[in-house]
């Protein structure tokens, strides 16, 4: 349902966007969110964009630093995420909350 993609390795302070496809569903009706998982810990939920507001929310330990968007007639929804900090290592998901996909790594590290 879900293809994650654009992780990698960066360095502190530095910048990715992921991208995530979806098919097979009605994508435009379906509030879509951004979760994380590091290793050895929990899901932990990182923003959130609406339909059809589009209207946005952020975790505290992202905001001001992360943007989250989505088109829906290309059915996709982007993580632009800046100034990274090693807490942000984790594999990222996105999700509509019932079907996951299988995630994009992201590394930040000197």
């Known amino acids: 349902q879900f293809v994650e993609s654009g992780g990698g390795l960066v360095e502190p302070g530095g910048s990715l966007r992921l991208s995530c496809a979806a098919r097979g569903l009605s994508f435009s009706t379906h509030t879509m969110y951004w979760y994380r998982q590091a290793p050895g810990k929990g899901r932990e939920w990182v923003a959130t964009?609406?339909?059809?507001?589009?209207?946005?929310s952020y975790a505290d330990s992202v905001k001001g630093r992360f943007t989250i968007s989505r088109d829906d007639g290309k059915m996709m929804v982007w993580l632009d995420m800046t100034n990274l900090k090693p807490d942000d290592t984790a594999r990222y998901y996105c999700?509509?909350?019932?079907?996951w996909g299988q995630g994009t790594q992201v590394t930040v590290s000197s």
């Open positions: 964009i609406t339909s059809p507001s589009h209207s946005t």
């Open positions: 999700t509509e909350e019932t079907y």
